[in-house]
């Protein structure tokens, strides 16, 4: 079992910087795939990034160029750095760790912790 807890979320203005992190427990965290989500609302939540144990990376369109997923294995954790943000950035983003196993997969979801870009 995963037990995963968000923070660095926050207020800033368009342009500004956040840094989110996401402790880990309760498993081995480097076997997991690890995962940034967001949900705005009234909207569906949809992936941000999300980085293998092996360190590759996968980014939203409307993120790239500007966030950067990365994980230490060590201190098992894993950082969202968000750059340029923009006021369409708003929303609750969650952490989220799975394991691709047959033929039921492990899926742990955090909490969640809020971002609001507003001037």
């Known amino acids: 079992q995963v037990q995963l807890v968000e923070s660095g979320g926050g207020l800033v203005q368009p342009g500004g910087s956040l840094r989110l992190s996401c402790a880990a427990s309760g498993s081995i965290f480097s076997t997991y795939t690890m995962g940034w989500y967001r949900q705005a609302p009234a909207k569906q939540r949809e992936l941000v990034a999300s980085i293998t144990t092996g360190g590759g990376t996968n980014y939203a369109d409307f993120v790239k160029g500007r966030f950067t997923i990365s994980r230490d294995n060590a201190k098992n954790s894993m950082y969202l750095q968000m750059n340029s943000l923009k006021p369409e950035d708003t929303a609750v983003y969650y952490c989220?760790?799975?394991?691709?196993?047959?033929?039921?997969?492990?899926?742990?979801w955090g909490q969640g912790t809020q971002v609001t870009v507003s001037s």
């Open positions: 989220n760790a799975r394991k691709f196993l047959v033929p039921t997969p492990d899926n742990y």
